[in-house]
């Protein structure tokens, strides 16, 4: 049987996120012979996303249909993998590095006992595929193979070209019959962090602050400059710490890895921790008033000035344009 890669897709706010579109060309990379098939989970009426998914590069889309796949309870959508691995004999499993894909890679490798690479940022065809993934804080890079020819990968969002659209491809959906045993988790309550802003991890800019900002009101500044970009909001472990904003929006080694095309850091001193989830970004534009912070030896740009007076005239001239 013709060994397949299977893609695993990640909706978020009713559309399909953009490293999934780069997971189906990082599985076409790997092996170019091999079928391609996408999987999709939801409740019902997704197969809207299973054309996209087919038109974008993927054989077949299996749509995952089921009442406990409401929410992202990992332990469910293991079991659907699990049966789905032997009988197409899959070889490589890729989703993204988010917060979704990390949980799900883990345990699913774990349950079928085949290697698990995360983080990846590139890969290089070969006798045994290499993959390349960031270490020490993102100082220096390892060339990591999976021992078997069977593994489970995560990549990193904005490091891979995504599959170009085919209105006219055509492929295969198919509803596989899902037979869930007992769980042995259950979601009691989940909590969601109200905002209009998009996953940070996917955001090709992100507005970010940190300690200097100062103050709550302060920090929202950002908001307005992210707003004019078209970008989203970060934030390094100092504004967490003062309470500025929420946890979820943390850049760094314990929170998002993220690759934007274009980063601002305000009032950001640069510390190694927070510096290693953002390291991968395309430009810097650093914005702090101490000319010794660190993290203008990582800046493309620097200004040296309070982020508090800065900031309000870029505001101002984005609005004048």
């Known amino acids: ?39 999709i989970f939801g409740v019902k009426d997704i197969q809207q996303y299973a054309e996209t998914l087919i038109k974008s590069g993927c054989d077949e889309v299996l749509v995952m249909e089921h009442p406990e796949f409401v929410r992202e309870t990992i332990d469910a959508y293991v079991q659907a993998l699990q049966k789905v691995m032997s009988e197409y004999a899959v070889q ?10 990390q949980g799900l890679a883990a345990t699913l490798a774990n349950e079928c006992e085949v290697g698990l690479i995360s983080d990846v940022v590139d890969i290089t065809n070969g006798e045994k595929i ?52 007992e769980k042995r988790e259950s979601l009691i309550e989940q909590l969601q962090f109200a905002t209009n802003q998009a996953d940070i991890r996917s955001s090709d800019i992100i507005v970010a602050g940190g300690r200097g900002m100062e103050t709550h009101e302060h920090f929202h500044l950002l908001y307005e400059l992210a707003e004019l970009l078209g970008g989203t909001v970060g934030a390094a472990r100092g504004a967490s ?31 190694t921790q927070h510096i290693a989830g953002m390291s991968e970004a395309d430009v810097v534009v650093a914005i702090n008033k101490d000319p010794e912070a660190m993290i203008f030896k990582y800046a493309d740009y620097g200004i040296v000035g309070d982020v508090k007076e800065v900031i309000p005239q870029f505001i101002e001239i984005l ?3």
Request: charged fraction near 20%; glycine fraction near 8%.
């Open 319 to 321: 609005k004048a344009n």
């Open 130 to 181: 290499q993959f390349t993934t960031p270490v020490y804080a993102g100082k220096a890079y390892a060339k990591r193979i999976l021992k078997e020819d069977q593994g489970v990968i995560t990549i990193r969002p904005h490091n891979f070209e995504p599959t170009s659209f085919d209105e006219n491809r055509e492929g295969h959906i198919t509803y596989p019959e899902i037979h869930l045993q």
């Open 1 to 39: 049987m013709t060994s397949s890669q299977l893609v695993i897709a990640e909706l978020k706010n009713n559309r399909l996120s953009n490293v999934t579109f780069e997971a189906i060309g990082v599985a076409r990379k790997m092996k170019p012979t091999d079928r391609i098939i996408g999987v």
């Open 92 to 101: 490589y499993i890729v989703t993204g590095h988010t917060s979704f894909g």
């Open 241 to 271: 710490d003062e309470g500025f904003c929420d946890s979820s929006i943390l850049i760094g080694q314990t929170g998002a890895k993220v690759t934007p095309k274009l980063y601002i850091a305000c009032g950001i001193s640069g510390a």
